[in-house]
C-alpha cells in the first residue's frame, strides 16, 4: 500500500487554464479530503467527500473550483481559469470509513500548482 | 482572530535539547487534538493524537491538552538533527470532520 497518492507532483498553469488535481486516497479509506497551503500559511481545509457525496464543502471558493469522488477512480479537484492567487500546494487527505479511532488522517505530498 | 494560534517560529535549538511547541485555541467544541510534522516540500505526518484533556506519551514526544485554558503543547525530549521540520497543531471538533490547522512551527536541531 502506497499511501496517499496525488498526481501530478508539479502543475504549471497560464493564467486562464483549468487544473485538475487528482487523488487516489489509501486502501480502505473511503473519506477524502482536500486542503490547500498558501506560501507562508498553515493548511485550510476546502472539502470532504465520500464516494459520489459531497460532504462538506464550505471551504472552497464559490467560483471555479469543484471537487468529485466518483464510485471508481480517483478523487478530482478542478480549478477553472486559474488566477495566479491560485498557486498553492493542495494536500489530499484520506481515512477510513466509520470510526477512526485515534488513527487520524493520512496526507499525500501535495500537489504544487504555479500560475504563470 | 483565528482560531487556532501558533507561534510559526523559526525556532532554532543545539541536539539533545528539550523542545516545547504550543498551540492556543479559541473554539471551545474542539474535541480532538493532532500534531502533525512536515519536512520541506512533503506532506504532513501525523505524530501524536489525543482525544479531550490529558497527556500523551509515545517516545521521545509528549503530547498536552488542557481545555480548560484551551492550550495544546507538544514536548520533544533529546531532539535531533532529524526532527528539524515545520511542526503543524491540528484540531477538529467530531471525529471525521475538517481539520483547522495552526500556521506550524518552524523548527532546527542543529548538531
Known amino acids: 500500500n502506497a499511501g496517499v497518492m496525488q498526481n501530478p507532483r508539479h502543475l504549471v498553469r497560464r493564467r486562464g487554464q483549468e487544473a485538475r488535481l487528482r487523488c487516489s486516497p489509501m486502501?480502505?479509506?473511503?473519506?477524502v479530503y482536500w486542503y490547500r497551503q498558501l506560501p507562508e500559511e498553515g493548511l485550510k481545509f476546502m472539502v470532504y467527500?465520500?464516494?459520489?457525496?459531497?460532504?462538506?464543502e464550505s471551504g472552497m471558493p464559490k467560483e471555479r473550483f469543484s471537487a468529485e469522488f466518483p464510485k471508481e477512480g480517483p478523487s478530482i479537484l478542478r480549478i477553472q481559469q486559474v488566477v495566479r492567487g491560485d498557486s498553492a500546494a493542495y494536500f489530499c487527505a484520506s481515512s477510513p470509513q466509520g470510526d477512526r479511532g485515534l488513527s487520524g488522517y493520512t496526507f499525500g505530498s501535495g500537489t504544487r500548482l504555479t500560475v504563470v | 482572530q483565528k482560531e487556532v494560534e501558533q507561534d510559526p517560529g523559526p525556532l532554532s535549538v543545539p541536539e539533545g535539547a528539550i523542545v516545547s511547541l504550543n498551540c492556543t485555541y479559541s473554539n471551545s467544541a474542539f474535541q480532538y487534538f493532532m500534531w502533525y510534522r512536515q519536512y520541506s516540500r512533503k506532506g504532513p505526518e501525523l505524530l501524536m493524537y489525543?482525544?479531550?484533556?490529558g497527556n500523551k506519551e509515545d517516545g521521545r514526544f509528549t503530547a498536552q491538552v488542557d481545555k480548560s485554558s484551551k492550550y495544546i503543547s507538544l514536548f520533544i525530549r533529546d531532539s535531533q538533527p532529524s526532527d528539524s521540520a515545520t511542526y503543524l497543531c491540528?484540531?477538529?471538533?467530531?471525529?471525521?470532520?475538517?481539520?483547522?490547522f495552526g500556521e506550524g512551527t518552524q523548527l532546527t536541531v542543529n548538531p
Open positions: 467527500l465520500q464516494k459520489e457525496n459531497i460532504i462538506d
Open positions: 491540528a484540531m477538529e471538533e467530531t471525529s471525521g470532520s475538517r481539520l483547522t
Open positions: 489525543t482525544y479531550s484533556s
Open positions: 486502501k480502505g479509506h473511503s473519506h
